[in-house]
């Protein structure tokens, strides 16, 4: 039997990411804040963009490849819209000062749009489009990828990537309605999680140069990711390549840096976040109640045989969240092994021996 | 042998509805405006929509479920953002003037949205969305489908379209990107088609109530369309609709009429339009040119075996668009058979007998 996974409250993990980041030079300030995102990551079930990352986001910083002390600023700037210049910093930093514009700018204007360049990888696309949430307000995050793993559709050469989009709409009542997806059938995490646990793929995720399906994970490099409906998940992965990449002048298609294969490298990562007024549409409350409906109406579906429970986008996270903040964050123990190997070797202290 | 298909000039088709929608007594200057919209839906490929749908579009103007002679206004609005009751009028005249409006908007604040109500089926998403290409701005669409399709993700109940998703982003010397795709793996036209020219449909675009896979169209009410992606298409079905209908106090879910199979109750259609200035975000000419790499990169893409062309979105439609200008438009006889016999029946010259 396997040793049972241990549970750590959020803030715990906040201050271990944060002692780790700041152990390597980041002001506290953002190492708190980072961790506090990163926390968040987990909290919500996004396991493969949370704590996990930590030890390669080190690495990044460690070989160079990252900025500690940015000067992240806006250099193109509307009414509605600001492009803010990352200066290779940590992508939460960016794109949380990103939200806080955006959400900011659409009070006066109803809608706004923040880009970035220089930016780096952020965690959970769900985690920004969440933030307009709270101010009564849609969120929507696009982002390039950092690895491209998705040729053109008919093509061989990779130049675009799981390019995701999130949306986050309020509900009133009922829990918000948070889509966070890839524009490809399976995340490339989802690949490596498979490799790690020695299981074959399902058919549809991958196929190799000639188009046959691809179902060893360790064979990923022979092959690619299949976008979301064949040419359709394609065009999807451009344009969101397009609007978080190229309008920005960050990072697309040949530039993009992969950063799994590369610590030194500036990645030019680009992101965009939107933030849209509910109250520049009516009444907000009737607005929420409208949504709520809907809500309600799918989960009242007549379902499928064999199918318990229609959910909506989002809601799976939701309630891991609950249990998370009530029980703890479980982390499997082969990661938490690799944590400690990490602390003891930039020299901070162990989660397990971080105060709660 | 069946007979040739005809050509007709984009001016022909413009004045052939537009004389249709006249004598139907929708005002002159708004049927010319629907003709031209029409005959533009026609000339880039989109045959599904264009002057295919005028018998239907006319037989709802004659059960008294469109409105003539609409005051199509804005009903809330902010810096950035309008809200267009479009007071039941033709969707191409209310989707025309939020395209105006948004681009008006963006010029100033980098960014607009404007969604509308109480309108109607407008034709192809890409038509609103090229709209902003020739500001230099980018153009995203979002709409709720006259009919649902679709059920939440495990569910039977039919409370979902195939809501598509329309986005243009200009280009320098290639011709723009623009993607426009429904977010079911089929839009149910193609369905129709197939129904119609008698054949099967393949694998993977409907599925029946135990989740059978659905290949006779004659038999498309027994079953319902599957999303892309399975689960993020659902999701991206229900957050298009939440935009384009909720969020404007449209229909979405069950307040959806089925436009196919009522032609008198108001269908309250829901749509919106972003426009994104280029020059918010920098040079604009430099923005291009990258957006012209990002083009000619991917087409010199490396093919799979038996792929003679890697297309951009949008790049068939251009060149479709380009020989029907020179040469005219096609129409398959039984199309035009049934466009001669709605004529005879409303009193009208045939397309044959319009002048070009």
Known sequence: MSPPEQRFSVAQLQRFIASALAHLGMPEADAQTVGGLMAEADLQGSDGHGVIRLP??????RQGGMNLTPNIRIIEERAGTALLDGDNGMGHLVMKRAAEIAIEKARTTGIAWVGSRLSNHAGPASLYARMPLAHDMIGLYFAVGNANHLPAWGGLSMLLSTNPIAAAVPAGDEPPIVLDMATTVAAYGKVKTKAQRGEMMPEGW????????????????????????????????????????TLNGAAMGRDVVDFNRDFQTTTNTGQAIAAIDLAAFGDVSALKARVDQVVRDLRASERMPGVDRVWLPGEQSHERREVNLREGIA??????????????????????????
Do not use: C, Q, W
Request: proline share 7%; no cysteine; hydrophobic share 45%.
């Open 56 to 61: 390669n986001y080190a690495k990044r910083i």
């Open 331 to 356: 982390l499997p123990p082969a990661l938490l092994a690799s944590l400690d190997a990490f602390a003891h070797d930039i020299g901070v202290n162990t989660l397990g021996a971080t105060t709660a």
């Open 206 to 245: 991958m196929v190799d140069r000639t188009g046959k399906p691809l179902l060893d994970p360790n064979r990923a490099d022979e092959g690619f990711l299949l976008p979301i409906g064949g040419y359709k998940g394609y065009g999807l992965s451009l344009i969101v390549g397009l609007l978080a990449g």
